[in-house]
């Protein structure tokens, strides 16, 4: 097995990244220790709650409660994998689409986890965070995002960060309109630029994109940061991934040459 190469071109500024003072979990190495086989950000597409419901004869509602309830499990197996960045895509600017009493369950599935599992996640160091568009959400759950970020907003285990009302398209405009509302010329606008008035400003870029129930799409997630994410698509419907098939993930990365363009040292051609 090969590990991927590591220092990418533009890697964000790891100096952001502190060593858990209290781990999530007991196992694996620390931050500053860890093999460059390890991606330093997750970040999952969590599709097939429809279908996993419909194979028990339930509503669709229960396999989006099940998904729910499944990011514990996750979280926990990420981190004793030492993962210090997670990224979980959980309602698309797409998804209002659906039909009305879908789009309400979905809604009342951001209050349902933080209910769950907050307290948890502050005491294993977790800092959440948010992106896309929360004030077109109602104001209760607004009221309930808030209060978690500003819970969580100095921890530094782990940073869970929940894609809800987020489109990728949606973003960049949004970055572009930044950049302008900021007054910067068209002439000192760079990748750099672009990637500071994204809503990921202060994360890494994903290293490996994981996609559950089994399409091969990106969804309007993350694509700009995707570009030289690693992308790992499984059958397994959202609530079935477990730790197992994250370890399976995380082990098809391992195997993953990353070159991000380039030819890496050795293997040019003798000139
Ligand atoms: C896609 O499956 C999944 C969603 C639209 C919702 C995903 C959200 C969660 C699992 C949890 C949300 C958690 C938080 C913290 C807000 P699908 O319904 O399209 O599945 P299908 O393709 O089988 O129909």
Known sequence: MQAPSTSPPARPNLQLLQPPEQPIAAAGPAVAERPASTPLHVAIIMDGNGRWAQQRGLGRQAGHRAGTENIRRVLERL???????????????????RPRHEVRGLMRLPGFFLK????????????LRHLGHLDALEPELQRQVREAIELTRNNTTMTLSVAFNY?????????????????????QIDEETIGAHLDTADLPDPDLIIRTGGEMRLSNFLLW?????????????????????VDAALAAYAARRRRFGVLPPGEDEPG
């Open 79 to 97: 981190g004793e994998h030492r993962i210090p960045y997670i990224t979980l895509f959980a309602f698309s600017t797409e998804n209002w689409g």
């Open 116 to 127: 769950r599992e907050i307290k948890r996640l502050h005491a294993n160091g977790v800092r």
């Open 167 to 187: 489109g990728g398209r949606r973003e960049l405009v949004d970055a572009v309109r930044r950049i302008t509302a900021a007054g910067i010329p068209s002439d």
């Open 225 to 245: 940061q995707a570009a030289y994410a690693e992308y790992y698509s499984t059958a397994a419907y959202w609530p079935d991934f477990g730790p197992t098939e």
